[in-house]
């Protein structure tokens, strides 16, 4: 049986570190060819091709960055059968969900994201393990149709866009808390649920790379003054909000402290669309809630998150 062709595209990170003998310090590796030869049973899986398209500490990684990576998939959709992205762990659940975004629900090959907490050359590092799993989890979703962006990290798929975080130091080091796991990783193979996105013919692939670096997001707490943000909004470099409220969807409605002015000021004066969403993990905001400061904000105009 013919190979599937497989593109890795080294983006930086842990997983790309190497050791500077003369300096005796971990550095990025030259090229994504200095990791690859430490895995080199990928070759055996598919038909590997290697390309550097980034180098960086993932905590640098901004939305251009985003946009580039998104061109350079969608620009060789059709070279390939599936990709393989290696990624700093920091910003991993960011890239993951952007990515998601701007490939869409049209897209056609699946695009696996994974990275380590440990570089290829440490003693027990878990950067191997990731990586050939990456491989594998790319060829059983080609095998099975699936065609989404998602993280492959210790045991687990996960969709991208549902993705985040949760250990700077855990093998296990990300979740998707709102959504299961849309594969399991197991010694007798890849297996993936039900609710995997399958290849949609119905949908065109089209690819929106683009994304805006005006957006605020934060946490409200107890006696934050409505006024830091107005001063954001008035700045004119604002162009949306993002509202992680206390619990379903719910602002501060009285008092000093009151976001609804706030709210109704954005949408209205500045034209400026502010969502409210939860800081909770695998939380959500509804339009259904019976909370009533969550109403009154809706009210006033916010957009509220489903998951």
């Given amino acids: 049986m013919e190979k599937k062709k497989i593109l890795i595209i080294g983006f930086g990170g842990t997983i790309a570190m190497v050791v500077d003998t003369k300096r005796k310090a971990l550095v990025p590796a030259k090229n994504i060819h200095e990791i690859i030869e430490m895995v080199p049973q990928i070759k055996d899986l598919a038909d590997v091709d290697f390309v550097d398209l980034e180098n960086l500490d993932s905590t640098n990684i901004n939305p251009h960055h985003w946009t580039k990576l998104a061109l350079f998939v969608s620009d060789n959709m059709n070279k390939y059968d599936g990709f393989v992205i290696t990624h700093g762990t920091n ?9 998601s975004l701007a490939l869409g629900r049209g897209l056609k090959k699946p695009v696996v994201i994974t990275g380590s907490q440990l570089p290829l050359i440490s003693i027990g590092t878990d950067a191997k393990f990731n990586l050939e799993n990456s491989v ?8 099975k149709k699936i065609a989404e962006v998602v993280v492959v990290f210790s045991d687990v798929v996960l969709r991208g866009s549902r993705t985040v ?11 998707s808390p709102a959504v299961d796991p849309i594969a399991r990783i197991r010694s007798t193979g890849i297996f993936f649920s039900k609710d995997a996105f399958r290849i949609d013919d119905s949908i065109p692939f089209d690819c929106n790379p683009h994304f805006d670096a005006g957006v605020l997001a934060g946490d409200l707490t107890p006696g934050q003054s409505p006024s830091l943000i107005r001063e954001v909004l008035k700045s ?9 409220s206390h619990g379903a969807g719910s602002v501060p409605s009285q008092g000093e402290y009151n976001f609804l002015p706030l ?8 034209k400026i669309p502010m969502l409210v969403s939860t800081k909770f993990l695998g939380g959500n905001s509804y339009k259904e809630v019976n909370d009533e400061p969550a109403v009154e904000a809706i009210e006033a105009g916010a957009i509220t998150q489903v998951i």
């Fill in 263 to 270: 709210i109704r000021d954005s949408v209205y004066t500045y």
């Fill in 136 to 143: 594998k989890t790319v060829l059983t979703a080609i095998d």
């Fill in 165 to 175: 975080k949760i250990s700077e130091s855990d093998f296990k080091a990300f979740d």
């Fill in 91 to 99: 910003t991993m659940s960011y890239t993951a969900s952007a990515l």
């Fill in 236 to 244: 004119g470099a604002c162009k949306g909000v993002i509202l992680k």
